[in-house]
Protein backbone atom coordinates (compact mmCIF):
# COMPACT_ATOMS: atom_id res chain seq x y z
CA UNK A 1 0.00 0.00 0.00
CA UNK A 2 1.22 3.69 -0.77
CA UNK A 3 0.10 7.33 -0.39
CA UNK A 4 0.20 9.70 -2.86
CA UNK A 5 0.99 12.83 -1.83
CA UNK A 6 -0.37 14.78 -4.90
CA UNK A 7 -3.71 13.72 -6.17
CA UNK A 8 -5.31 15.54 -9.56
CA UNK A 9 -7.78 17.35 -7.29
CA UNK A 10 -5.05 18.79 -4.80
CA UNK A 11 -2.77 19.13 -7.99
CA UNK A 12 -5.27 21.50 -9.51
CA UNK A 13 -6.34 23.52 -6.55
CA UNK A 14 -2.74 25.28 -6.74
CA UNK A 15 -2.11 25.72 -10.35
CA UNK A 16 -1.85 29.58 -9.75
CA UNK A 17 0.96 29.27 -7.03
CA UNK A 18 2.95 26.64 -9.11
CA UNK A 19 2.26 27.65 -12.43
CA UNK A 20 2.82 31.89 -12.24
CA UNK A 21 3.84 32.52 -8.27
CA UNK A 22 0.29 33.56 -7.52
CA UNK A 23 0.78 35.40 -4.16
CA UNK A 24 -1.43 37.74 -2.12
CA UNK A 25 0.11 41.48 -1.00
CA UNK A 26 -0.76 43.40 2.54
CA UNK A 27 -0.20 47.17 1.91
CA UNK A 28 -0.30 47.73 5.65
CA UNK A 29 3.00 45.50 6.05
CA UNK A 30 4.05 45.08 2.75
CA UNK A 31 4.66 42.02 2.99
CA UNK A 32 3.75 38.78 0.05
CA UNK A 33 2.86 35.83 0.94
CA UNK A 34 3.22 33.01 -1.15
CA UNK A 35 1.08 30.90 -0.99
CA UNK A 36 -1.88 33.90 -0.28
CA UNK A 37 -3.27 33.66 3.19
CA UNK A 38 -6.44 34.12 4.15
CA UNK A 39 -5.14 37.22 6.84
CA UNK A 40 -2.05 38.81 7.35
CA UNK A 41 -0.35 38.72 10.94
CA UNK A 42 -1.61 42.05 11.73
CA UNK A 43 -5.03 41.17 11.28
CA UNK A 44 -5.60 42.25 7.45
CA UNK A 45 -8.03 40.53 5.45
CA UNK A 46 -7.96 42.93 2.39
CA UNK A 47 -5.44 41.20 0.77
CA UNK A 48 -4.50 41.91 -2.85
CA UNK A 49 -4.03 39.09 -5.63
CA UNK A 50 0.10 39.88 -7.04
CA UNK A 51 2.38 37.49 -9.51
CA UNK A 52 5.89 36.97 -8.01
CA UNK A 53 9.13 38.44 -10.06
CA UNK A 54 10.57 35.50 -11.53
CA UNK A 55 14.15 36.26 -10.42
CA UNK A 56 15.88 35.96 -6.86
CA UNK A 57 18.89 35.00 -4.79
CA UNK A 58 19.84 31.70 -3.12
CA UNK A 59 19.84 31.59 0.86
CA UNK A 60 21.12 28.33 1.64
CA UNK A 61 20.81 25.21 -0.26
CA UNK A 62 21.65 21.34 0.30
CA UNK A 63 22.39 18.25 -2.47
CA UNK A 64 19.37 16.00 -1.46
CA UNK A 65 20.89 11.68 -2.12
CA UNK A 66 18.56 10.45 0.00
CA UNK A 67 14.97 11.60 -1.51
CA UNK A 68 11.17 10.58 -0.14
CA UNK A 69 10.08 7.79 -2.41
CA UNK A 70 8.64 9.60 -4.90
CA UNK A 71 11.98 11.30 -6.04
CA UNK A 72 13.93 8.23 -6.19
CA UNK A 73 14.78 8.73 -9.84
CA UNK A 74 16.06 12.27 -9.34
CA UNK A 75 18.64 11.57 -6.93
CA UNK A 76 21.21 13.16 -6.21
CA UNK A 77 19.80 17.06 -7.31
CA UNK A 78 19.86 20.48 -5.56
CA UNK A 79 17.51 22.52 -3.92
CA UNK A 80 17.36 26.04 -1.69
CA UNK A 81 15.40 28.17 0.32
CA UNK A 82 15.43 31.43 -2.93
CA UNK A 83 14.43 35.42 -1.75
CA UNK A 84 12.74 36.34 -4.62
CA UNK A 85 13.34 40.58 -5.32
CA UNK A 86 10.00 41.09 -3.35
CA UNK A 87 10.99 39.37 -0.10
CA UNK A 88 8.83 36.60 -0.40
CA UNK A 89 10.86 32.93 -0.41
CA UNK A 90 10.04 29.50 -2.01
CA UNK A 91 11.87 26.00 -1.73
CA UNK A 92 12.60 25.31 -4.56
CA UNK A 93 14.99 22.64 -6.76
CA UNK A 94 18.57 24.34 -8.13
CA UNK A 95 18.55 23.27 -11.89
CA UNK A 96 20.85 22.62 -14.32
CA UNK A 97 23.82 24.03 -12.63
CA UNK A 98 26.89 21.78 -11.73
CA UNK A 99 26.71 21.64 -7.59
CA UNK A 100 29.74 22.76 -7.46
CA UNK A 101 28.83 26.11 -8.71
CA UNK A 102 26.23 26.53 -6.35
CA UNK A 103 26.62 29.16 -3.66
CA UNK A 104 25.05 31.34 -1.16
CA UNK A 105 23.84 35.01 -2.76
CA UNK A 106 23.81 33.06 -6.22
CA UNK A 107 21.21 34.42 -8.35
CA UNK A 108 18.80 32.37 -9.67
CA UNK A 109 16.11 32.78 -12.12
CA UNK A 110 12.75 30.92 -11.46
CA UNK A 111 11.34 28.03 -14.20
CA UNK A 112 8.62 26.47 -14.99
CA UNK A 113 9.29 22.62 -15.18
CA UNK A 114 8.44 18.96 -13.81
CA UNK A 115 8.41 18.23 -10.49
CA UNK A 116 7.41 14.51 -9.85
CA UNK A 117 5.76 11.97 -11.91
CA UNK A 118 2.86 10.79 -9.45
CA UNK A 119 1.31 7.46 -9.28
CA UNK A 120 1.20 4.16 -11.20
CA UNK A 121 -0.68 6.24 -13.76
CA UNK A 122 2.56 8.33 -13.90
CA UNK A 123 0.81 11.92 -13.89
CA UNK A 124 3.19 14.89 -14.46
CA UNK A 125 3.27 17.03 -11.89
CA UNK A 126 4.69 20.70 -12.77
CA UNK A 127 5.83 23.46 -10.79
CA UNK A 128 8.81 25.83 -10.06
CA UNK A 129 12.40 25.53 -10.32
CA UNK A 130 15.19 27.52 -10.19
CA UNK A 131 18.01 28.13 -12.58
CA UNK A 132 21.91 29.95 -12.66
CA UNK A 133 21.74 33.21 -14.18
CA UNK B 1 -2.22 25.04 40.29
CA UNK B 2 -0.55 21.91 42.40
CA UNK B 3 3.10 21.16 42.48
CA UNK B 4 3.58 18.07 40.07
CA UNK B 5 6.45 15.57 40.43
CA UNK B 6 7.22 12.40 38.12
CA UNK B 7 7.49 9.59 40.40
CA UNK B 8 7.62 6.60 37.83
CA UNK B 9 9.82 5.95 34.53
CA UNK B 10 9.81 3.14 31.79
CA UNK B 11 11.58 2.56 28.51
CA UNK B 12 13.04 -0.44 26.64
CA UNK B 13 15.89 -0.88 24.64
CA UNK B 14 15.31 0.49 21.70
CA UNK B 15 16.00 -0.33 17.86
CA UNK B 16 14.96 -2.68 14.99
CA UNK B 17 12.56 -4.53 17.09
CA UNK B 18 11.26 -6.77 14.49
CA UNK B 19 8.99 -9.01 16.92
CA UNK B 20 7.53 -6.13 18.38
CA UNK B 21 4.03 -4.41 18.13
CA UNK B 22 3.58 -0.87 18.30
CA UNK B 23 1.56 -1.82 21.32
CA UNK B 24 3.93 -4.16 22.55
CA UNK B 25 6.54 -1.19 23.07
CA UNK B 26 4.52 0.91 24.35
CA UNK B 27 2.62 -1.45 27.01
CA UNK B 28 5.93 -2.28 28.09
CA UNK B 29 7.47 0.93 28.48
CA UNK B 30 4.23 2.28 30.51
CA UNK B 31 3.97 -0.95 32.65
CA UNK B 32 8.10 -0.45 33.36
CA UNK B 33 6.81 3.28 34.40
CA UNK B 34 3.54 1.74 36.85
CA UNK B 35 5.67 -0.37 38.53
CA UNK B 36 8.40 1.98 39.10
CA UNK B 37 6.13 4.68 40.72
CA UNK B 38 4.05 2.04 42.45
CA UNK B 39 0.79 3.53 42.17
CA UNK B 40 -1.94 1.22 42.48
CA UNK B 41 -4.44 2.86 39.36
CA UNK B 42 -3.79 5.36 36.70
CA UNK B 43 -6.84 8.56 36.35
CA UNK B 44 -5.59 9.45 32.46
CA UNK B 45 -3.36 8.68 29.97
CA UNK B 46 -1.59 10.72 26.91
CA UNK B 47 -0.20 9.12 24.60
CA UNK B 48 2.76 11.12 22.25
CA UNK B 49 2.58 9.37 18.51
CA UNK B 50 3.78 11.07 15.38
CA UNK B 51 2.25 8.71 12.30
CA UNK B 52 1.42 5.55 13.45
CA UNK B 53 -1.11 5.82 10.47
CA UNK B 54 1.82 6.11 7.93
CA UNK B 55 3.70 3.72 9.72
CA UNK B 56 1.66 1.00 10.95
CA UNK B 57 -1.63 1.78 9.39
CA UNK B 58 -3.15 2.00 12.87
CA UNK B 59 -4.56 5.48 14.46
CA UNK B 60 -6.75 5.94 17.72
CA UNK B 61 -4.30 4.94 19.69
CA UNK B 62 -5.51 6.54 22.88
CA UNK B 63 -7.89 3.78 23.17
CA UNK B 64 -6.07 1.41 21.86
CA UNK B 65 -3.37 1.34 24.39
CA UNK B 66 -5.96 1.65 27.47
CA UNK B 67 -7.21 -1.24 26.21
CA UNK B 68 -3.85 -3.14 26.14
CA UNK B 69 -2.86 -1.83 29.41
CA UNK B 70 -6.26 -2.86 31.44
CA UNK B 71 -6.69 0.48 32.22
CA UNK B 72 -10.12 1.55 30.36
CA UNK B 73 -12.24 3.21 30.78
CA UNK B 74 -10.04 6.00 31.94
CA UNK B 75 -9.54 9.44 29.40
CA UNK B 76 -6.89 8.04 26.74
CA UNK B 77 -5.57 11.09 24.67
CA UNK B 78 -3.18 10.44 21.74
CA UNK B 79 -0.98 13.63 20.76
CA UNK B 80 0.50 14.35 17.47
CA UNK B 81 2.77 17.84 16.83
CA UNK B 82 5.23 15.56 14.58
CA UNK B 83 8.59 14.83 16.48
CA UNK B 84 7.41 16.75 19.70
CA UNK B 85 4.63 14.51 19.90
CA UNK B 86 6.19 13.23 23.26
CA UNK B 87 7.05 16.37 24.75
CA UNK B 88 3.43 17.98 24.23
CA UNK B 89 2.00 14.51 25.78
CA UNK B 90 4.06 15.15 28.88
CA UNK B 91 3.30 18.61 29.15
CA UNK B 92 -0.51 17.68 29.02
CA UNK B 93 0.12 15.29 31.73
CA UNK B 94 1.42 18.28 33.85
CA UNK B 95 -1.01 20.15 33.28
CA UNK B 96 -3.70 18.20 33.90
CA UNK B 97 -2.10 17.31 37.03
CA UNK B 98 -1.27 20.66 37.99
CA UNK B 99 -4.89 21.91 37.23
CA UNK B 100 -6.69 19.29 39.53
CA UNK B 101 -8.37 17.39 36.91
CA UNK B 102 -6.59 14.09 37.73
CA UNK B 103 -4.28 12.89 40.31
CA UNK B 104 -1.99 10.34 38.58
CA UNK B 105 -1.18 10.55 34.74
CA UNK B 106 0.71 8.27 32.64
CA UNK B 107 2.60 10.37 29.81
CA UNK B 108 3.88 8.20 27.35
CA UNK B 109 5.32 7.95 23.78
CA UNK B 110 6.00 5.65 20.64
CA UNK B 111 6.69 5.29 17.65
CA UNK B 112 7.05 1.38 15.45
CA UNK B 113 8.97 3.27 12.32
CA UNK B 114 10.80 -0.03 10.53
CA UNK B 115 7.78 -1.83 9.33
CA UNK B 116 7.97 0.72 6.27
CA UNK B 117 11.34 1.31 3.67
CA UNK B 118 13.83 3.88 4.39
CA UNK B 119 12.32 5.86 1.25
CA UNK B 120 8.84 5.06 3.26
CA UNK B 121 10.04 6.26 6.63
CA UNK B 122 11.63 9.92 4.80
CA UNK B 123 8.29 9.81 3.22
CA UNK B 124 6.40 9.81 6.41
CA UNK B 125 8.52 11.91 7.62
CA UNK B 126 8.39 14.80 5.19
CA UNK B 127 4.51 15.17 6.21
CA UNK B 128 5.80 17.30 8.89
CA UNK B 129 7.07 19.66 7.13
CA UNK B 130 4.98 21.64 4.72
CA UNK B 131 3.71 19.28 2.45
CA UNK B 132 2.44 21.81 -0.20
CA UNK B 133 5.03 23.90 -0.21
CA UNK B 134 8.75 21.96 1.12
CA UNK B 135 7.56 18.43 0.10
CA UNK B 136 6.34 18.60 -3.13
CA UNK B 137 9.29 20.29 -4.58
CA UNK B 138 11.53 17.64 -2.76
CA UNK B 139 13.28 18.58 0.16
CA UNK B 140 13.65 15.82 3.26
CA UNK B 141 14.30 16.12 6.65
CA UNK B 142 17.97 16.06 6.74
CA UNK B 143 17.75 18.45 3.82
CA UNK B 144 16.10 21.38 6.05
CA UNK B 145 18.84 21.06 8.42
CA UNK B 146 21.62 20.72 5.95
CA UNK B 147 20.16 24.11 5.11
CA UNK B 148 20.36 25.58 8.57
CA UNK B 149 23.97 24.00 8.82
CA UNK B 150 25.06 25.64 5.59
CA UNK B 151 23.66 29.26 6.51
CA UNK B 152 25.21 28.95 10.17
CA UNK B 153 28.37 27.85 8.44
CA UNK B 154 28.20 30.80 6.32
CA UNK B 155 26.82 33.58 8.86
CA UNK B 156 29.22 32.32 12.19
CA UNK B 157 31.78 30.24 10.37
CA UNK B 158 31.13 27.26 12.53
CA UNK B 159 33.15 24.13 10.69
CA UNK B 160 32.61 20.46 9.51
CA UNK B 161 34.43 19.78 11.94
CA UNK B 162 32.72 21.21 14.86
CA UNK B 163 29.39 19.82 13.42
CA UNK B 164 30.59 16.53 13.27
CA UNK B 165 31.92 16.09 17.30
CA UNK B 166 28.81 16.38 18.54
CA UNK B 167 27.82 13.00 16.46
CA UNK B 168 31.17 12.03 18.46
CA UNK B 169 30.02 13.10 22.23
CA UNK B 170 26.59 11.46 21.95
CA UNK B 171 27.89 8.43 20.88
CA UNK B 172 30.52 8.39 23.60
CA UNK B 173 27.87 8.68 26.03
CA UNK B 174 25.29 6.78 24.32
CA UNK B 175 27.78 3.89 24.86
CA UNK B 176 26.97 4.33 28.55
CA UNK B 177 22.97 3.88 27.82
CA UNK B 178 22.10 -0.17 27.47
CA UNK B 179 18.73 0.93 26.30
CA UNK B 180 20.84 2.82 23.01
CA UNK B 181 19.83 1.74 19.51
CA UNK B 182 23.88 2.26 18.67
CA UNK B 183 26.55 1.60 20.53
CA UNK B 184 29.33 2.57 17.72
CA UNK B 185 32.44 5.29 18.55
CA UNK B 186 33.20 7.22 15.63
CA UNK B 187 35.59 9.99 14.65
CA UNK B 188 35.42 13.05 14.00
CA UNK B 189 36.89 11.83 10.15
CA UNK B 190 34.53 8.70 10.61
CA UNK B 191 31.11 11.34 10.41
CA UNK B 192 32.82 13.58 7.50
CA UNK B 193 33.22 10.44 5.41
CA UNK B 194 30.70 8.52 5.78
CA UNK B 195 27.43 7.79 3.13
CA UNK B 196 25.96 11.70 1.93
CA UNK B 197 22.50 12.19 2.59
CA UNK B 198 21.90 15.82 2.42
CA UNK B 199 25.12 17.85 1.94
CA UNK B 200 27.07 19.05 4.31
CA UNK B 201 24.97 15.99 6.51
CA UNK B 202 25.75 12.68 6.57
CA UNK B 203 24.57 9.51 8.20
CA UNK B 204 26.68 9.94 10.69
CA UNK B 205 25.20 13.44 11.70
CA UNK B 206 21.68 11.95 11.76
CA UNK B 207 19.45 10.46 14.27
CA UNK B 208 18.50 6.98 13.12
CA UNK B 209 15.35 5.22 12.09
CA UNK B 210 13.92 3.62 15.54
CA UNK B 211 11.59 1.43 16.98
CA UNK B 212 10.70 2.12 21.15
CA UNK B 213 8.72 3.78 23.57
CA UNK B 214 8.74 5.54 26.65
CA UNK B 215 6.85 6.14 29.45
CA UNK B 216 6.43 8.73 32.81
CA UNK B 217 3.67 8.83 35.46
CA UNK B 218 3.02 12.50 37.00
CA UNK B 219 1.13 13.05 39.88
CA UNK B 220 1.26 15.50 42.57
CA UNK B 221 3.95 16.20 44.80
CA UNK B 222 2.06 15.17 47.76
CA UNK B 223 1.40 11.89 46.43
CA UNK B 224 4.68 11.85 45.69
CA UNK B 225 6.19 11.99 49.29
CA UNK B 226 3.06 9.24 50.43
CA UNK B 227 5.05 7.05 48.09
CA UNK B 228 7.94 7.37 49.28
CA UNK B 229 10.09 8.36 46.08
CA UNK B 230 12.34 10.73 45.34
CA UNK B 231 10.70 14.12 44.79
CA UNK B 232 11.71 15.21 41.18
CA UNK B 233 9.51 18.17 40.48
CA UNK B 234 8.45 19.97 37.71
CA UNK B 235 9.17 23.60 38.04
CA UNK B 236 9.33 24.65 34.31
CA UNK B 237 6.96 24.16 31.52
CA UNK B 238 6.87 25.61 27.95
CA UNK B 239 5.62 25.42 24.58
CA UNK B 240 5.33 27.37 21.15
CA UNK B 241 4.86 27.02 17.54
CA UNK B 242 6.13 28.90 14.44
CA UNK B 243 5.74 28.32 10.69
CA UNK B 244 6.05 24.70 9.60
CA UNK B 245 8.15 26.17 6.39
CA UNK B 246 11.67 26.69 6.98
CA UNK B 247 11.51 29.26 4.07
CA UNK B 248 8.90 31.57 6.03
CA UNK B 249 11.64 32.06 9.32
CA UNK B 250 13.67 35.32 9.02
CA UNK B 251 16.84 34.14 10.17
CA UNK B 252 17.64 30.79 8.91
CA UNK B 253 20.84 29.86 10.92
CA UNK B 254 18.49 29.81 14.17
CA UNK B 255 15.59 27.73 15.40
CA UNK B 256 13.46 30.13 17.00
CA UNK B 257 10.63 28.33 18.47
CA UNK B 258 12.99 26.63 20.91
CA UNK B 259 13.76 30.04 22.45
CA UNK B 260 10.09 31.04 22.70
CA UNK B 261 9.00 28.05 24.75
CA UNK B 262 12.24 28.37 26.59
CA UNK B 263 11.22 31.73 27.70
CA UNK B 264 8.03 30.48 29.01
CA UNK B 265 10.02 27.50 31.10
CA UNK B 266 12.19 29.98 32.22
CA UNK B 267 9.64 32.15 33.38
CA UNK B 268 7.69 29.53 35.14
CA UNK B 269 10.77 28.00 37.06
CA UNK B 270 12.17 31.75 38.25
CA UNK B 271 15.41 30.34 36.31
CA UNK B 272 18.05 31.41 33.88
CA UNK B 273 20.17 29.46 31.62
CA UNK B 274 22.78 29.64 34.25
CA UNK B 275 21.37 27.90 36.89
CA UNK B 276 20.89 24.81 34.63
CA UNK B 277 23.26 21.49 35.44
CA UNK B 278 22.48 19.48 32.70
CA UNK B 279 20.31 19.55 29.42
CA UNK B 280 18.33 16.65 27.31
CA UNK B 281 17.57 18.60 23.88
CA UNK B 282 16.95 17.71 19.90
CA UNK B 283 19.70 16.55 18.38
CA UNK B 284 17.54 14.86 15.47
CA UNK B 285 20.95 16.07 12.93
CA UNK B 286 24.10 17.15 14.49
CA UNK B 287 23.53 21.02 13.45
CA UNK B 288 20.13 21.03 15.72
CA UNK B 289 22.13 20.62 19.02
CA UNK B 290 24.17 23.48 18.18
CA UNK B 291 21.56 26.14 17.42
CA UNK B 292 19.18 24.53 20.37
CA UNK B 293 22.02 25.34 22.63
CA UNK B 294 22.41 28.94 21.46
CA UNK B 295 18.54 29.27 21.56
CA UNK B 296 18.46 27.89 25.16
CA UNK B 297 21.27 30.35 25.75
CA UNK B 298 23.74 28.12 27.45
CA UNK B 299 26.16 29.81 24.82
CA UNK B 300 26.07 33.19 22.72
CA UNK B 301 24.71 33.22 19.37
CA UNK B 302 27.13 31.50 16.78
CA UNK B 303 29.00 30.03 19.63
CA UNK B 304 27.65 26.55 19.91
CA UNK B 305 30.24 24.47 17.81
CA UNK B 306 33.30 26.71 19.86
CA UNK B 307 31.63 25.33 23.17
CA UNK B 308 31.11 21.94 21.77
CA UNK B 309 34.76 21.76 20.36
CA UNK B 310 36.00 23.28 23.96
CA UNK B 311 33.94 20.09 25.89
CA UNK B 312 31.46 22.63 27.48
CA UNK B 313 29.08 20.18 26.54
CA UNK B 314 30.63 17.13 28.01
CA UNK B 315 29.57 14.89 30.71
CA UNK B 316 32.09 16.93 33.11
CA UNK B 317 31.87 20.23 31.58
CA UNK B 318 30.33 23.41 32.21
CA UNK B 319 26.63 22.07 31.10
CA UNK B 320 27.04 18.40 29.87
CA UNK B 321 24.25 18.06 26.95
CA UNK B 322 22.43 15.02 25.85
CA UNK B 323 24.47 12.28 29.02
CA UNK B 324 21.63 9.89 27.49
CA UNK B 325 23.80 9.63 24.31
CA UNK B 326 21.15 11.86 22.62
CA UNK B 327 18.92 11.10 19.72
CA UNK B 328 22.27 10.29 17.60
CA UNK B 329 23.07 7.13 19.54
CA UNK B 330 19.80 6.56 21.42
CA UNK B 331 17.79 6.34 18.74
CA UNK B 332 14.47 8.72 17.38
CA UNK B 333 11.11 6.60 17.47
CA UNK B 334 10.06 10.38 16.99
CA UNK B 335 6.47 9.95 19.26
CA UNK B 336 8.75 8.15 22.59
CA UNK B 337 11.56 11.10 22.19
CA UNK B 338 10.12 14.07 24.32
CA UNK B 339 9.25 11.30 26.70
CA UNK B 340 12.37 9.61 27.11
CA UNK B 341 14.68 12.87 27.86
CA UNK B 342 12.51 13.00 30.79
CA UNK B 343 13.15 10.17 31.51
CA UNK B 344 16.61 10.41 31.17
CA UNK B 345 16.44 13.74 33.26
CA UNK B 346 14.83 11.45 36.57
CA UNK B 347 17.74 9.23 36.19
CA UNK B 348 20.12 12.09 36.66
CA UNK B 349 18.12 14.03 39.40
CA UNK B 350 17.64 10.10 40.94
CA UNK B 351 21.73 10.08 40.53
CA UNK B 352 21.14 6.90 38.53
CA UNK B 353 23.40 7.54 35.50
CA UNK B 354 26.39 5.57 36.28
CA UNK B 355 29.52 6.86 33.79
CA UNK B 356 27.31 9.13 32.88
CA UNK B 357 26.16 11.12 36.13
CA UNK B 358 26.64 14.60 36.38
CA UNK B 359 28.04 15.29 39.64
CA UNK B 360 25.69 17.70 41.78
CA UNK B 361 22.89 17.68 39.13
CA UNK B 362 19.76 19.54 40.52
CA UNK B 363 18.15 21.05 37.71
CA UNK B 364 17.94 19.42 34.73
CA UNK B 365 16.31 20.77 30.82
CA UNK B 366 14.73 18.91 28.34
CA UNK B 367 14.09 20.72 25.01
CA UNK B 368 11.98 18.59 22.22
CA UNK B 369 11.20 19.98 18.80
CA UNK B 370 8.90 19.48 16.00
CA UNK B 371 9.86 19.69 12.12
CA UNK B 372 12.51 21.69 11.47
CA UNK B 373 11.24 24.32 14.21
CA UNK B 374 7.56 24.53 13.71
CA UNK B 375 6.72 23.09 17.42
CA UNK B 376 8.53 22.62 20.74
CA UNK B 377 8.73 22.13 24.09
CA UNK B 378 10.86 22.87 27.17
CA UNK B 379 10.53 21.32 30.40
CA UNK B 380 12.53 22.07 33.59
CA UNK B 381 13.11 19.51 36.39
CA UNK B 382 14.24 19.74 40.09
CA UNK B 383 15.28 17.65 42.87
CA UNK B 384 13.86 18.24 45.64
CA UNK B 385 15.57 17.96 49.22
Known amino acids: ?133 | MRDVAVVGIGMNKWGELWDKDLRDLYVEASLLAIEDAGVDHIDSMYVGCMSSGLFNCQEHLGSLMADHLGLTPIPATRIESACVSGGIAFRMGFMEVAGGFSDIVLAGGVEKMTDVSGDGATFALATACDQEWEAYNGITFPGLYAMIARAHMHKHGTTREQIAMVSVKNHKNGMHNPNAQYHLTPSVEDIINSVKVAEPLNILDCSPITDGAAAVILTTVEKAKELGKPIIRVIGAGQASNTLALHNRSDLTRIQVTEDAAKMAYKMADKKPEDIDFAEVHDCFTIAELVIMEELGFVERGKGGAAVEAGETDVGGRIPINTSGGLKSKGHPVGATGVAQIHTLVEQLRCDMGECQVKGAKIGLAQNMGGSGGSATVHILEAMS
Do not use: W
Open chain 1, 1 to 133: MSFESVTPARYARFMPQRYRLEANYCAKCDLHHFPPRQICKCGNKELETRTLPDEGEVLTYTIIHTPGSQFSDERPFAIGIIELATGARITAQIADTPFDEIEIGMRVKIEFRRIQTVGEAGVLAYGYKVVSM
